[in-house]
Each structure stands twice: as structure tokens, then as C-alpha cells.
């Protein structure tokens, strides 16, 4: 007859304890499971890191990448924010304000004369677009000899004389950033598109404006950016479409504030890119009343009546045909 | 010379000894590389952004390095007890406070050598240029800016008490000149009363550690300094070290040691 085991001597064995543990944190993580993929789809930035690691303050450091792809824009020459206060402050700083960038909107497409069809882009004509190479004013012999340690000179990228290829993707980083940080600022999708145009990449330029819109959908001037990547890329009948999109999608867009500076510039962009195609493809009495469309959002109305009277010379006024959308 | 030269060595063995500058080292490559290795766009060789990074954890860790190392030399020579035997050999203490600034010093120059070294590689390749003269004049005044902070903290340490006193406030007072020294004169004029008056004191008074950046330059590819300007950088950061260093030296010389 065997003895008794007394109590003590039954030990489980640690593997079946693991077994035991393993278990139970299956079931448990089975049950919270659904529970928590309910949560987590409540949440938009549920995949993204960058929001989960900086939450709205995000959008600052957005603000502070696109300054950043600014500053590497004018190779590190930037006013200090006790400059810029000084500048706004004196009237009498007017002139050195006018040499200094002191926005980011200097990086914009809007900065750039290709936009500019009508020369009336009041970016052209800022202060920011003056190429003087004038100073600051010095206050003492400390700040003057400062500034030899600094970059004292307003240049862009594209005068950078060191050697490197293709200086102007210098700032991609920077916007890309932007962009991914807070993806629903426009102007970095604008704007990297911009540049990623302005240094052979349409493809992607393309490709980074589609992600805007995946975010910002619908909006009329990723739509038109669109367009001018196909227009690049020769794909004049595409572009087009965009282009007709674009401007279908400003009326509803804009419908409750097309007089807002914003939504007048995008509708001259898109009008006069509409205008200047349906030239281009000799469809004139298409382009005049494009333009004709256009002449209560220009900022500079008596240039472009001028531009539809040119038009009109070479216009039989009877074939004037109906804007196919409006 | 050679009682100064001496102490120096022994400073710089000790650093060396120490594992702070490898870790920080290997923090720069690791955040450098891994930065480098971020696909932008498709494009290879933009190489700004990396280099901004590069040498702001350079300037970083530098300014840990100077302040951090020479804040504990004359307070753990104190607190082991071997200032004592030192003093004796006999060694002044002039010699005591020159050898440990010629030490920290050097030990500065040999991991900012080792920084700019890495800097300079990456940058080179992947930028495809090398402007070496302009990288040996940011090294150069990268050097003459830890002279300055090593004799300040120097200073520091025979003024407050406690290391970490001493390494808060002269990081601190570091930190602020680099970031608004060379604003503090256009601040001032913005002020018209007393506080205003006192800003412009303080701004003529302090030393400009921020000609010593010349970073931007460096990042957007601008030609380098003229020799007058790294010269006279060169005298301003001699005459700031030594102001500091006789200050020490006046604190010191009557300074009970225990």
C-alpha cells in the first residue's frame, strides 16, 4: 500500500505554470482584442507615428519645417524674429524689409514668375521678390563683425556657386516633413509639389499630390497642381480635364467666399491656365470666354481686358462659342 | 611648463579613459546614418538636412563635453583629497587652474577632431565636394569657442559650491548667449527705460560665443571667412579665456581647499 503524498510535495511543474499564463493572457488578449480595433478606428491618426508621438503640436513643428525649407531656400540668409519685429515696428525699415524674406510664402509657386501670367501675382511685385543686396543696418561694431559668421546676403538656391548638382532639392526634406507632420496644410502639398516639379521629378510630384488629396480631398488647387504635372509631363488633352476640374470643384469650394484673396488667386491660376490651353489648342473663342470668366477675380482687371481685346482682334466675333462649364 | 603640461596630460588621459565622448560619438553616427538612410523623394544625395543635424549634435554635445568635464576637475580633486599632495609637489596654484584648462582644452580639440572628422566624411561624400578650408575654419572656431566655455566653466567652479550648480548655470548662461547674444543691442533699443540700458550692458559685457557658429555657412556652402576675420575671432576668444582664467585665478589663490 503506497503512503500518502502530503500536501507540500505537490509542486506544478514550471512549464505547465507557463502554459497555465500563456493561456490566460490568449484569452484575455482574444476578449480586448475587438474592443480595442473599435477604439483605434475612432482614431484618424491611428497609424501614424508622427501624430501619436506629437500629437497637435505637430502642426508647430510643420510650421517650423516649411520656415526651415524657406530659410534653406535663401541658403540660410533669414531675418531673426527680433528683426522681423523691428521691421514691422519702424516705418522707416521699409526699404531693408524689402530685402529680407520675412514668409514662407517666398518658397511658394506663387513667388515664382511662371504663375504669373498676367504680371499682376502681388508676390512679384512684394518686397520679397526685390533681389537687392543690401543689409541690415548695423547697430554696432559687435553686430557688423557678427555678421560675417552669418549668411548676410539674399541669394536662392539656384545662384549657389559651391559645385552641387541640382542645389534646389536641398529643401524636399524639409516640405516632405511638412507635409507628413500636418497633412492637412495646403500649402506644403503646393509647394513640395512645386519644387518637386521644379527639379525633374513630376512623377512624383504627382504621386505627392495625390497623397494630398487624399487628405485634402477635392481641393481645387492640389487638382490644378495636378494639371500642371501633366501639362509638364506633354499631356496637354489631360491637363486639360484636370484643369476643367479644378475649376468645377473652386465653385464649390469657394461658393461662399470667392472673394477672398485665397479663392481669387486659385481661380485666376486656374482660369488663365484654361485660357492659355484653349489657345494653345486654337480653340480662341474658348480661351476668350475663359478669360472673359476670369475678369471678376483678377487682381489687375484693366491688364487682362486688354489681353481679351488682343484676343478679340483675332476673334470673328459671331463664333464665339458657349464655355462648355460653369 | 612641464608641472602644466603634466596636469594637461593627466586630463586628457582621463577623458580618454572616460566612455562620454564615445557614447555621444555614437549617438551623432547612429542619429546621422539613420537620417541619411531616409529615402526623400527618391533623391540621393541631398545632403543639407543631414548635415544641419550632424553638426548641431556636434554643438550639442560639445557644450556638454567643455562644460561637464571641466566643471568636475578642481571639485573631484578636492572631494579625492589629491589637491593636496598636488599643491605640495610643489605646483602653484596658477599652474594647477593652467594645466586643467590646457587639459580640458585639449581634450575638447581631440573629440571635436573626431567629430568634425565623421562630419566631414559624410558630408564630402555625400555631397560630392570637400571645402576644406572651410571646414577647418569652423573647427578652428569651434575649438576657440570651447577655450572660452572651459575657462567660464572653470571660473564656475571655483565660484559655486556644487559641480551640478556649476554646470546648470554656465550651461545656461551658454546657451542664452549662442541664442540671443547677438540680438541683445536690437532688444535693448526696443526698451527705453533702465531695463533697456542694463541689456546693452550686459551685451557689450558678455562674450559673443556666437561668431564661433559659423554652422549656416557651413550647411549652405558659403565661401570661407577672410584670415582677418579668424584672426581676430582667434584674439577675442584669447582675450575672453584669459579674462576668465585670471578671474578663476584671483578666486582661487586665497581659497580655502577644504
Known amino acids: ?326 | 611648463m612641464k608641472k602644466i603640461s603634466t596636469i594637461a596630460r593627466i586630463v586628457v588621459l582621463e577623458m580618454i579613459r572616460r566612455k562620454d565622448v564615445y557614447v555621444m560619438f555614437f549617438l551623432t553616427a547612429v542619429i546621422t546614418l539613420l537620417l541619411g538612410s531616409v529615402n526623400i523623394f527618391g533623391e540621393v544625395g541631398i545632403a543639407r538636412y543631414l548635415k544641419e543635424v550632424c553638426l548641431t549634435l556636434v554643438w550639442l554635445f560639445s557644450v556638454i563635453i567643455a562644460i561637464v568635464s571641466t566643471a568636475r576637475q578642481l571639485p573631484a580633486e578636492r572631494e579625492n583629497r589629491t589637491i593636496f599632495p598636488l599643491l605640495a609637489k610643489p605646483v602653484s596654484r596658477w599652474q594647477l587652474l593652467l594645466g586643467k584648462f590646457c587639459g580640458c582644452w585639449l581634450a575638447c580639440l581631440l573629440s571635436l577632431a573626431l567629430f568634425y572628422s565623421f562630419f566631414i566624411f559624410l558630408s564630402g561624400t555625400r555631397e560630392g565636394i570637400w571645402p576644406l578650408l572651410s571646414y577647418l575654419q569652423a573647427f578652428w572656431l569651434h575649438c576657440l569657442f570651447c577655450a572660452v566655455v572651459v575657462a567660464l566653466s572653470l571660473l564656475g567652479s571655483v565660484v559655486f559650491s556644487a559641480v551640478s550648480a556649476n554646470v546648470t548655470i554656465t550651461t545656461t548662461l551658454v546657451v542664452f548667449i549662442l541664442l540671443l547674444g547677438r540680438h541683445l543691442h536690437r532688444i535693448a533699443t526696443r526698451i527705453q527705460d533702465l531695463r533697456g540700458r542694463l541689456l546693452e550692458v550686459i551685451y557689450f559685457a558678455i562674450p559673443h560665443l556666437e561668431w564661433f557658429d559659423i554652422r549656416d555657412l557651413i550647411i549652405h556652402n558659403w565661401p570661407p571667412l577672410d584670415l582677418l576675420t579668424v584672426v581676430l575671432d582667434t584674439a577675442y576668444a584669447a582675450l575672453f579665456s584669459a579674462i576668465f582664467l585670471v578671474l578663476a585665478w584671483l578666486r582661487f589663490r586665497r581659497q580655502p581647499l577644504d
Not at chain 1, 265 to 271: G, P, R, T, Y
Open chain 1, 1 to 326: 500500500m503506497s503512503k500518502p503524498c502530503p500536501a507540500s510535495a505537490i509542486r506544478p511543474a514550471p512549464a505547465a505554470v507557463l502554459l497555465l499564463l500563456a493561456a490566460g493572457a490568449f484569452a484575455c488578449a482574444t476578449l480586448l482584442q475587438p474592443r480595442m480595433a473599435e477604439l483605434q478606428a475612432r482614431n484618424p491618426t491611428r497609424d501614424d507615428p508622427l501624430a501619436m508621438l506629437f500629437g497637435e503640436g505637430r502642426k508647430i513643428l510643420a510650421a517650423r519645417a516649411f520656415a526651415r525649407a524657406d530659410i534653406y531656400m535663401h541658403r540660410g540668409f533669414y531675418p531673426s524674429i527680433f528683426e522681423q519685429a523691428q521691421d514691422s515696428d519702424s516705418a522707416a525699415a521699409t526699404a531693408s524689409a524689402a530685402v529680407r524674406p520675412t514668409t514662407p510664402q517666398s518658397i511658394t509657386p506663387q513667388h515664382d514668375a511662371h504663375n504669373c501670367h498676367e504680371h499682376d501675382c502681388p508676390h512679384c511685385h512684394s518686397a520679397q521678390c526685390e533681389h537687392d543686396h543690401a543689409h541690415h543696418q548695423t547697430l554696432d561694431w559687435i553686430e557688423r563683425h557678427g555678421r560675417k559668421h552669418l549668411p548676410s546676403e539674399h541669394t536662392h538656391l539656384d545662384a549657389d556657386q559651391s559645385g552641387v548638382e541640382n542645389p534646389e532639392r536641398e529643401i524636399l526634406p524639409w516640405l516632405g516633413l511638412s507635409a507628413r507632420l500636418d497633412p492637412d496644410e495646403l500649402d506644403s502639398w503646393i509647394v513640395g509639389a512645386y519644387w518637386l516639379q521644379r527639379v525633374g521629378k513630376i512623377d512624383q510630384a504627382e504621386e505627392f499630390l495625390r497623397q494630398g488629396l487624399q487628405h485634402i480631398p477635392g481641393h481645387p488647387n492640389l487638382i490644378f497642381e495636378l494639371g500642371r504635372c501633366r501639362l509638364l509631363a506633354g499631356d496637354d488633352a489631360r491637363a486639360g480635364e484636370l484643369w476643367l476640374r479644378a475649376w468645377q470643384s473652386w465653385q464649390h469650394f469657394f461658393a461662399d467666399d470667392a472673394d477672398e484673396d485665397d479663392a481669387r488667386l486659385s481661380a485666376s491660376q486656374i482660369l488663365l491656365h484654361l485660357a492659355d490651353l484653349a489657345r494653345k489648342q486654337g480653340r480662341l473663342a474658348e480661351s476668350h470666354q475663359w478669360l472673359e470668366t476670369l475678369l471678376p477675380y483678377s487682381p489687375n482687371p484693366a491688364t487682362l481686358r486688354r489681353r481679351i481685346q488682343e484676343l478679340e482682334r483675332e476673334l470673328p466675333p459671331e463664333s464665339r462659342p458657349e464655355v462648355p462649364t460653369h
